[in-house]
Structures are given as C-alpha cells and as structure tokens.
C-alpha cells in the first residue's frame, strides 16, 4: 500500500462509521447519476490502485472536532465557519497526495475538484467560492445531487428524517436552478426508480465497503 493509500484510509478512519457509509452511498449516487448521463465511462478514468475519486467527498471531516461532527442541534455562525473548512481541508489532503504519487495526478484532480466544489451551488450562493453555473465542475455538481439526495435517504436523527424516494426526488427538483445543476436533476429524476436504486446501489455498496473501507 502507499503513504497515499495509507493517508486516506488513516482520514477516513477517524469519521464515524455513518459518515463514511455516506461517502460510499453519495459516491455510489454519483456513479447511477453519470451512468444515466451516459457518462460512466468517466470514473474509469479517474481511478488510481482501484480506488474512485467518488468516495470521498467529506473525507475533510476527518480534520474537525468530533464534538462538532457529533452535534444534532443548529450551528452558531462560528460552528457553521469551522464545518465549512471541511472543504478546504480535504482539497489540501488531495494536494499533498498529489505531490507524493506522481501517478495519482488525475485520481487528485477529480477527487480534489469534488471535495472543494460539491457545496457550490448553481446560482452561485454556495462555497467556497461561489462559483455559479457550468463554472462548477461537472462531477462537483454531481456529487451536490448525488450528496443532498443520500442526505435525505439517510435516518440522520436530530432536526433530519428519512425521506421517501418521492419527497427526496421532490427536494431536489424544487432546488433544481438554484441549488443544483437543473439538467443533472431532471436526468436523475426521469431516470430514478426504486428497482434502479435498490438493484444498483446495495450491490454496489457491498463491493465498495469490502475493497476501500475496511476498518
């Protein structure tokens, strides 16, 4: 295994075993939504030693204070500062990888793209720089369906409730402009149905949580 393989897997060691069931669940939501874009041949691509830049978009929160990533409660102004850093955090993880295995450069670039971007929004309202449009990188604005839709899925407890397939594709669409790249909503809401979900997705996950994340 190489110090960069050793460094994600120690990062993702230190989230709860639900945010990185999320990280997988979100990446495996971004490979239905590319493949009903007709654009799975993408993530092959973009693999390095069998890994997906896919699986990681919060694998920033592994920096923050576990008090933080634990709270159920509204943030204050400074809690929802400390949180936002998730992003920058991860960028600069992929970065020093980057640096250290000069053949990860493309697994870097596309993991690095996601993680820093997948909070931006459409019309330009997000972070952290409030990129607006196509401006977004294509798998960042994926990876914003693909991560509020599992958001959703999930029984997250405190202020969150697990919301049907219907109520969750009914999010997005309302957001859909705004939030989120209205094409990429309308091809994941047009192709979604719950056979799709359930075929594709547990099978999937089996296959992920074996190779890439056991702790």
């Known amino acids: 295994m190489s110090e ?12 709860s075993r639900r945010e990185v069931y999320h990280n997988m669940v ?15 041949h993408l993530e092959s691509q973009l693999m390095w030693h069998n890994l997906s830049p896919f699986d990681y978009h919060d694998i920033g929160k592994g920096f923050l204070d576990s008090d933080l990533l634990d709270s159920q409660g509204l943030y204050t ?7 936002m850093a ?18 990860a450069h493309t697994f870097c670039r596309a993991a690095g793209q996601i ?16 990129l607006s449009g ?8 994926v990876c914003a369906v693909a991560n509020v839709y599992t958001r959703l ?30 094409d990429i909503v309308d091809v994941f809401v047009e192709g979604t149905t719950q056979a799709l979900m359930e075929k594709q997705l547990v099978h999937q996950l089996d296959l ?3 190779n890439h994340f056991s702790f």
């Open 4 to 15: 960069g393989e050793k460094m994600l897997r120690t990062v993702m060691g230190r989230l």
């Open 26 to 40: 979100t990446g495996q939501y971004m490979r239905i939504i590319l493949r009903l874009m007709k654009r799975e």
């Open 77 to 83: 102004k400074d809690q929802d500062l400390l949180m």
């Open 86 to 103: 998730h992003v920058d955090y991860g960028s600069r993880l992929f970065q020093q990888i980057d640096g250290m295995e000069p053949d």
């Open 115 to 130: 993680v820093l971007y997948h909070h931006e929004c459409y019309d330009g309202s997000g972070y952290p720089d409030g």
């Open 134 to 141: 196509k401006d977004i990188p294509l798998l960042a604005r």
């Open 153 to 182: 899925r999930e029984n997250a407890g405190g202020l969150m409730y697990q919301r049907t397939i219907k109520e969750s594709l009914d999010a997005l669409k309302r957001s859909a402009g705004t939030f989120f790249d209205p």
């Open 208 to 210: 992920i949580e074996s």
